[in-house]
């Protein structure tokens, strides 16, 4: 299974970018998004980023992934 979050270009140098995924930054590969701007979030699988998402649409699916740790905090 494949989990895809959301994860916000903080700074893109070339044919890489840094980005945040909250507590974790990673190098990230974005040669498939030639049109990426820095403040853009992107869905990354295996180290490449290969769809950009709108602002609105990250910060819902970063809302509901609080909410499943949150609620999942007291199912073990």
Do not use: Q, W
């Amino acid at each position: 299974m494949c989990l895809a979050v959301p994860g916000l270009v903080l700074k893109i140098d070339g044919d890489y970018a840094e980005v945040d995924f909250g507590d974790v930054k990673r190098r990230v590969c974005v040669t498939l998004l030639p049109n990426l701007k820095v403040g853009e979030y992107v869905i990354v699988h295996t180290g490449y980023a290969i769809e950009s998402m709108k602002p609105e649409e990250a910060k819902k699916t970063l809302a509901l992934f609080e909410e499943m740790a949150r609620l999942s905090e007291g199912t073990e």
